[in-house]
C-alpha cells in the first residue's frame, strides 16, 4: 500500500461543485487550472463567477486578451467584477455588452483611477433587466441615461460621475424595488428639466458621502441611513434636513459624519423627528463652539433619547461643547446599553475625561468607554 499511487479525490468530484469551488478563486487562477489535466481543462467555460482584477496582471497586454477569451467562452455567467484600468476603456464597454447576453446578477465595475481619468461608461449601463446587484467605482456617465432595472436591490455609486441631477433621479425612479442605496455622486452640469423623484418603497438601507441634497422624501422608509459631509458646516444642511426627517418614521439606525458643527441644537432638533432611532453614531471633526458651554434646552428630550436609544458612539476632536453632548445623553437614555466615546488627545484633558467617567447615567446597566487617540 505504501508504494500505490495518490489518489485524485478533488477530480472525481461532479462539475457543480468544481465550478463552486473555483467560483471563491479570481478568474486568473481558476483559468490556470485548465492545464492541470484534461479534465479540468473545460471548467473554466462552466463558471458562473468571473472576478478580474488588472492588478494582479504583470503583463498589461495580457489582460484584456485573458478577459476576452473568458468571458466569450463562459457558458453562463451570473457574477461579473471588474478592476480596469482606463486605456481599457474600449473594450470594458464592450464587455459589458457581452454580459448582457447573459442573465446576469451581480455586476461590480471599478475604474483604476489615474490622475482623475475616470473610465466613461455608456448610458446603457442602466439598462439590466435581471441585475440585482449594481455596484460602480470610479467611472462616469456622461450622457442622459435610459433606465430598466426592475430587479436591482443593491446600488452603490461610489465616485461616480453624472451628467446632471436629472439622471440620478431618473436612475433611482427606475429601481423600484431598490432595499440597499449607497452613494457618492458627482454632476457635470447643473440639474435639467427636473426630473422628480418616486419614494422608493422597499429601501432599507442608504448611504450618502457628498455634499449634494440627501433625497430624504424618496428614502422615507429606510431603517439605516448614514450621510459623511466634509468640508462644510452641519447647520445648513442640517437645517434643510430635519423637517424631512419626519418621514423617517422607521429609522433605527443613524449616522451622522461631518466635519463642521455649528450648533448641537440642531442635532437634537433633527433627533425630535426620529422618534424610534435605537442606535446613534457621531462623528465630527471639528467644532465651531469650541470650549463654549452647550446651548441645549436640558427639559428638552427627544423621544427616541428617552424611549429607544439603546447604543451611541461619539467620535470627536474632544471640546467642552461635546463633552456635555455625550453627558446630555447618558442623562436622558433610561434604556442605553453602550456609550462608546473617542476623543482627540491634543483636545482632551484629564478633567474633560474624569467628568465623562463620574458623569450620573439614568441607565443602570450602560457600558461606558473612553478611548483616546
Not at 7 to 33: G, M, Q, V, Y
Not at 240 to 262: A, C, G, P, T, V
Not at 309 to 333: M, P, V, W
Amino acid at each position: 500500500m505504501e508504494n500505490s499511487a495518490d489518489i485524485d479525490r478533488i477530480s472525481n468530484l461532479p462539475d457543480e461543485l468544481l465550478c463552486h469551488i473555483l467560483s471563491f478563486l479570481s478568474t486568473k487562477l481558476a483559468f490556470t487550472t485548465a492545464v492541470l489535466s484534461k479534465r479540468w481543462r473545460p471548467l473554466f467555460k462552466l463558471l458562473t463567477t468571473l472576478r478580474f482584477n488588472e492588478k494582479s496582471f504583470l503583463d498589461e497586454e495580457a489582460f484584456p486578451c485573458i478577459v476576452e477569451t473568458v468571458i466569450l467562452t463562459t457558458k453562463l455567467i451570473k457574477t461579473f467584477h471588474l478592476n480596469c484600468h482606463p486605456r481599457n476603456r474600449k473594450s470594458l464597454n464592450h464587455w459589458i455588452i457581452t454580459a448582457k447576453l447573459h442573465p446576469l446578477e451581480n455586476l461590480e465595475l471599478r475604474s483604476m483611477l489615474h490622475h482623475n481619468k475616470r473610465i466613461t461608461l455608456w448610458p446603457s449601463i442602466f439598462i439590466f433587466p435581471t441585475l440585482v446587484v449594481l455596484k460602480l467605482t470610479k467611472l462616469k456617465v456622461v450622457d442622459n441615461i435610459s433606465v430598466d432595472l426592475p430587479s436591482l436591490k443593491t446600488l452603490h455609486l461610489i465616485n461616480v460621475m453624472l451628467k446632471n441631477k436629472d439622471n440620478f433621479n431618473k436612475l433611482l425612479n427606475g429601481c423600484p424595488i431598490l432595499e440597499d442605496l449607497q452613494t457618492n455622486i458627482y454632476y457635470m452640469e447643473e440639474q435639467g428639466d427636473g426630473v422628480r423623484l418616486k419614494p422608493l418603497c422597499k429601501l432599507m438601507s442608504a448611504n450618502f458621502s457628498s455634499t449634494l441634497d440627501v433625497p430624504i422624501k424618496a428614502i422615507q422608509n429606510v431603517h439605516f441611513l448614514q450621510f459623511k459631509i466634509l468640508g462644510m458646516s452641519l447647520e445648513p444642511k442640517i437645517n434643510s434636513y430635519y423637517s424631512d426627517f419626519l418621514l423617517l418614521q422607521n429609522l433605527i439606525h443613524l449616522e451622522l459624519h461631518f466635519y463642521h458643527m455649528h450648533q448641537w441644537d440642531d442635532v437634537v432638533e433633527l433627533l425630535l423627528t426620529c422618534t424610534k432611532l435605537q442606535i446613534l453614531s457621531i462623528k465630527l471633526k471639528w467644532s465651531y463652539l469650541s470650549n463654549k458651554d452647550l446651548d441645549i434646552n436640558p427639559n428638552v428630550v427627544p423621544k427616541c433619547i428617552s424611549s429607544h436609544l439603546r447604543s451611541c458612539t461619539l467620535n470627536y476632536e474632544g471640546f467642552k461643547d461635546q463633552i456635555q453632548f455625550a453627558t446630555y445623553i447618558l442623562e436622558n437614555a433610561p434604556l442605553l446599553r453602550v456609550m462608546k466615546i473617542t476623543v482627540a488627545e491634543k483636545f482632551s484633558s484629564q478633567e474633560d475625561l474624569y467628568e465623562l467617567e463620574s458623569c450620573p447615567r439614568i441607565s443602570s446597566e450602560c457600558e461606558l468607554s473612553i478611548s483616546v487617540t
